[in-house]
């Protein structure tokens, strides 16, 4: 992967502009190698961890009605279970105490709750059209799902069940995060804005505009005093200080950066970079970067760090894997052989001539 020289440029948000330096891709993070990959269901798509760190549970978005949930061990990455959840799944989130899973269902406009002692399913909740990620506030009580088709997001009292509330979106809603005060940040895909709803009542305060160029997946730093923002279309991280609303840097990544989540200690944050098939990783005490491309890999989708440490694991979102990254030297790194590899480059330029897909498509 080729590096960047550091530049500056303008950043539009609101009305105003405010200037935020880019940051180049550089050495200073630790050297990376991938060290894990096993197989999951077909087009697996969000990853998430459970509370205590033990457990990743992966929706597979290519399978309809079953097979459709992985389970893994996050230290080992073995497959300890597969559930069934009728529909189309894209995206999870699961209640503080771990014990219920709450899907987002594409194909039957839901958010199903899933006990997962038991497997099944115990309550749906209809939403607005295609809802994809989903947050839960820090207290457990409220859950809301953002409605990639109908330009809204539903909020739902999860003791009852019922929506409360449809806050009014921009285009393609999907990034969403929230602070511990109840302050929702709902990220606009096509319409390169951030709505911003607090209080009680859940009122719109403001509305981000230009934030960037398909601003995908968004992230709080464990403070909540940043705002981490997948910027698809720009090949960047944008970084919000969410005192003030304005865009502090800009780190570059590799293309296509989907997801980003940041490390339960706030040092690190990574990028799930689709066109590249691989991740970026970021230091925040002094913003250097470092990407690494996985082989193997056809389209880096979902991504989440472990509970502890520099290991990221990652989706492929064509090859049906899950992969792990850490620094080189601390676990084995895997080796490929060169037919995989060039198997691999070759599917790839095949899906690149056969699909003529644009940035804006990929940013669900």
Known sequence: MKRRTAFVASCFLASSVVAAPFVALDAAVPPLSIQQMVPTGSMPKGVIRSPDGRTLYVANYGQ???GN?????ATTLARTRVI???GIIVESAISPDGRTLYVSNFRRNSVQYLDLASGRITREVNTGRHPKILVVSHDGR???????ASRDVSEIDVATGTVTRTLAAGDN?????ITRSGRLYIANSTSDDIHVYEGAN???ARRLQRVC???RH???APDDSKLYISCLGAAVLAVMDTSNDRIIRRIRTESGPKANDVSPDGRYVATADYNASGVTVIDTTDWSARSIEIPLMNRASGLVFAASGLRVIVTGWFDDHLFTVGVAGAAPGLTFARRDIQRTQRQRREYDSRSGESIASTAH
């Open 218 to 220: 968004i992230t709080l």
């Open 84 to 86: 069934d959840v009728p």
């Open 202 to 204: 859940m009122t719109l």
């Open 69 to 73: 949930l992985g389970i893994y061990d």
């Open 142 to 148: 409220r859950l809301f799902a953002a409605n990639w």
């Open 173 to 177: 809603p999907r990034g969403m995060a």
């Open 64 to 66: 309809l009605d079953r």
């Open 213 to 215: 160029r398909i601003p």
